[in-house]
C-alpha cells in the first residue's frame, strides 16, 4: 500500500537498510512556500481550512522527500475545541485569555465532540492522505495532558510553568479532574485521526522536563500511558518527551511503539535505559546552524550511535525558523545516503 513504509517498519521494529528520517516542525517558518501562505491568512485559518493544512503538510516532503509527514496543527486546538479561548499572537505565541485557576473556571470546560468541533482536523487529514498518494505515512499528534494544562493554566508560554506547577500543588484535586478531561478528550480525538487516516499517531509532552521525577509520573506519565493503553490496537503511539530522560526506564515499559528523545542524553544511554523499543530523535536543532558537512558528520555518527534498527531520525525538538534550507537538505540526505 504505502510505497515508502520505513517509518512504519521502523516502528514495528523490522530490520530496514536504513533508518527513516522527518523532523519535528518539519512544516513551517523555514520553508518560503509556508511564509508566503502565512502572509496571507492568520495561523488558526491555516490550521482549519483543509485545503491549507493539508497543503503545508505536503511541501516539506515536496521539498526534501521525509520519510513521513505530519499534519499541519497545532496541539492547542484541543483546548479550544474544549470551550477554553485560545490566541496565537504574531511574535508572541499562544495567549489564552481565560486561563483556568479555579473550580468555576474548571466547570465551564466541556469534553467535546470530535466531529462537531475538530471536523476540520479530519477533513484535513483525509485530504492530505489523497495528496501525499500513498507515498509515505501521515503521522497525527496530540499534546500531553500534563503539555496542554501548562498551556490552560499559565495563559501563555513560560520558562517556568509556574502558575501551572502552583495550580497542581495547591489544587491537586482539580488539576486531576483537568489532566482527566484533557485526556477522555485527547483519546476521542487521536481515535478519529487515525479513523481519518492517519498511519500513527506522536503524543508531544514538549513540557514534561518541568517536572520532578516523582511529579512526572503523577501529572504527566499516567495519563499519557491511559492514551497509550487506548490507542494501541489501532495504531502505534509515539510519546516525545522533552527532557523526560529521567522517565525513559519508565516509559520504555509502556505498550508504546517508539520513544522520542531530546538531545540531553546520548544515543548509548537511551539505548541502555530502554530494552527492545523503537527510539527517535535527538539532534539539538541549533545544530542545524553547523555546516552542512558538519551536519553530515554528526547525523552518520548519530545513527551509528542509535544503531540503524528500531530507530527514526529526527531533530530532539521543533527545527527553528531561520535555518538555512540547504542545512535541512544535509540533514535529509546524510540519511538517505547513509550505509
Ligand atoms: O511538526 C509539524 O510540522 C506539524 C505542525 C506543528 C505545529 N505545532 C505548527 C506550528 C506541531 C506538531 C505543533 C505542536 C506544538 N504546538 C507543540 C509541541 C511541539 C513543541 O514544539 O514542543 C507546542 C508546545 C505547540 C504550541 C505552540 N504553537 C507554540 C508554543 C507556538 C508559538 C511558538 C512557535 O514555535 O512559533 C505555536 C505556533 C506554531 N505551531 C507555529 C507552527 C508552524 C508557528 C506560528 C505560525 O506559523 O504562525
Known sequence: MLKNDLYLRALKGESVTRPPVWMMRQAGRYLPEFMALKEKYDFFTRCQKPELASEITVQPIRRFGMDA???????LVVPQAMNIEVQMKPNFGPYLPNP???????????????NES??????????????????????????????????????????????????CFTEPVLAHQLLQKITDTTIAYLKAKIEAGCDAVQIFDSWGGMLSPIDYQEFSWQYINQIIEALKDFAPVVVFGKGCGFALEKMAQSNASALGVDWTISPQNARALTNKITLQGNLDPTRLYSSPAII???????????GKDRYIVNLGHGILPDIPLENVSAFIEAVQNYR
Do not use: H
Not at 553530515?296 to 542509535?306: A, K, N, P, R, Y
Open 118 to 167: 475538530l471536523g476540520y482536523v479530519l477533513e484535513a487529514i483525509k485530504m492530505t492522505k489523497e495528496k501525499l498518494d500513498n507515498e509515505v505515512p501521515l503521522i497525527g499528534f496530540a499534546g500531553s495532558p500534563w503539555t496542554i494544562l501548562c498551556y490552560c493554566v499559565q495563559g501563555q508560554g513560560s520558562k517556568t510553568y509556574d502558575k501551572a506547577k502552583k495550580f
Open 100 to 114: 483556568i485557576r479555579t473550580a468555576k473556571d474548571l466547570d465551564r470546560v466541556i469534553i467535546p465532540d470530535i
Open 69 to 75: 509527514a505530519i499534519l499541519f496543527s497545532d496541539i
Open 296 to 306: 553530515t558528520d554528526m547525523v552518520t555518527q548519530m545513527i551509528d550511535g542509535f
